[in-house]
């Protein structure tokens, strides 16, 4: 088995958009954590910036097709209404990005990383973190 990939990807909140945002992460759909899950998405982050109005993604990939994980995500009904609510809120900073589940992804991706390193405090808040089911013996 491969190493976890560490994945770091941003987006531009609109200032409009701060309180709802933070609403709807606040109780995240059942759904949408369902799927995340299945596409073996943990610890799962998303810090904003406010100076910038930056939101700032971080997870834990443990799968081994990232492709055909995120595929089966856009391929989640639940999750495409939730990117059609949340979408209107972000500005994507990836050239030609146009929406969630599309060929250019809405999120510009920052970083991949397979191994942790030690990071320094940024002036950055998590507003939402799925680290998936708590382990049992």
Not at 65 to 81: G, H, I, L
Request: proline share 5%; aromatic share 10%; charged share 25%.
């Amino acid at each position: 088995m491969s190493a976890p990939k560490r994945i770091c990807q941003i987006i531009k909140l609109k200032p409009s958009s701060e309180a709802e945002y933070r609403e709807c992460h606040a109780a995240v759909w059942p759904g949408v954590l369902a799927a995340l899950e299945r596409a073996h998405i943990v610890d799962y982050s998303i810090h904003y910036h406010a100076p910038l109005h930056l939101l700032i993604a971080n997870m834990k990939y443990t799968g081994t097709n990232y492709e055909a994980d995120m595929k089966k995500v856009a391929e989640d009904p639940e999750t495409q209404r939730w990117w059609a609510m949340t979408d209107g809120m972000q500005e994507s900073l990836a050239e030609g990005a146009t929406g969630s589940g599309k060929d250019i992804p809405w999120w510009a991706v920052l970083i991949y990383r397979c191994s942790y390193t030690k990071r320094r405090e940024q002036d950055t808040e998590e507003v939402f973190r799925f680290e998936g089911k708590p382990w049992t013996k």
